[in-house]
Every structure is written in C-alpha cells, then in structure tokens.
C-alpha cells in the first residue's frame, strides 16, 4: 500500500499495516453476516455485538461467543477526504490507531479528523488483534471470567 506525499518511516508510524491484511482475521458471524476481516469493528457494531451476546468486553480484552479473544485498540477508518477533495497523504481506507493520529498532529472532531489541511470523514471504532493462547493467560488486567471457556463444562 502507498501513502502518496509522506515519507515511508511517517506512513508507517500512522497506519497500523498488521490491520490491514484480512487474511489473518476469521469471520465472524454476527448479525448480518458482519465480518472482523481487516481487524477494524466500528463502535456501533461492537455495541451491538456486545447487546446481542455475540461478544462480551472486559476493558482492553473482547472474546466473541466462540471463545476467542482480541485485545481492542481505539482506533478509526478513514473513509476519504471531505467534500471529495483529492488525498494528498493517501489515507483514504487506512486503518490508524487514535494515539498515532494525535502524534501527527491531527485534530479529531465529533464527524472526522483534520492531518494539516486536509479534512477527512472517518469512522470510529476499535482495532481487534487476535490473542494468542499464552497472551490471554498471562495479562494480570484481565479477570479470570474473561479467560475461562463459556458453557457449563469445566
């Protein structure tokens, strides 16, 4: 993926590129068919996932009706530049985390997001990151309900 106008080590920073392969992140099936594919979950079907019990949140940390668990990462989509203006940074469709906007100086509103002056419309939400086996166990923020497996075995 190229980010037109900035430098590869700026890019790099600003976009979050693991988030960006969907082949890594499984399909979920949520209502509707939604998917997890590029890792992003906006805010309004995480709460919806999160009323419908098709996934429970315990801060950092959601695990999905089928036992696995993502650590969550605020974030947002950038949907394109407002009012249909070119892209001179490229970021159209990227995923990026809210704390490597804010260390580029951008300026988030309640609608979008402002790099320089360029102002683009976003969706907000978080970024999923699957948990490996020995992650889950070994972070001491994360109750023991979190990690135990849902239904009446043991």
């Known amino acids: 993926m190229t980010h037109g ?42 709460e919806d996932w999160l009323r419908s019990g098709v996934a429970t949140r315990f801060g950092a940390v959601m695990r999905l009706s089928d036992g696995r668990r993502f650590a969550l990462t ?25 704390r490597s906007l804010l260390r580029r100086g951008g300026l988030v509103s309640h609608d979008g997001v402002r790099l320089g002056a360029a102002i683009y419309d976003v969706a907000f ?4 990151e699957p948990l490996a086996r020995d992650e ?5 923020g994360v109750p023991p309900s ?3 497996p849902r239904g009446g075995s043991a």
């Open 5 to 46: 106008g900035t430098a590869g080590a700026e890019s790099e920073e600003m976009t979050v590129s693991r988030f960006t392969r969907s082949t890594t992140f499984p399909r979920v099936d949520a209502g509707g068919g939604a998917l997890l594919g590029d890792g992003f979950v906006s805010d309004a079907l995480l």
């Open 74 to 98: 605020d974030g947002l989509r950038i949907l394109g530049r407002r009012n249909g203006d070119s892209d001179p940074y490229g970021l159209t469709g990227c995923l990026m985390t809210l």
């Open 125 to 128: 939400g978080v970024l999923a």
């Open 136 to 140: 889950e166990t070994t972070d001491p």
């Open 146 to 148: 979190a990690l135990a």
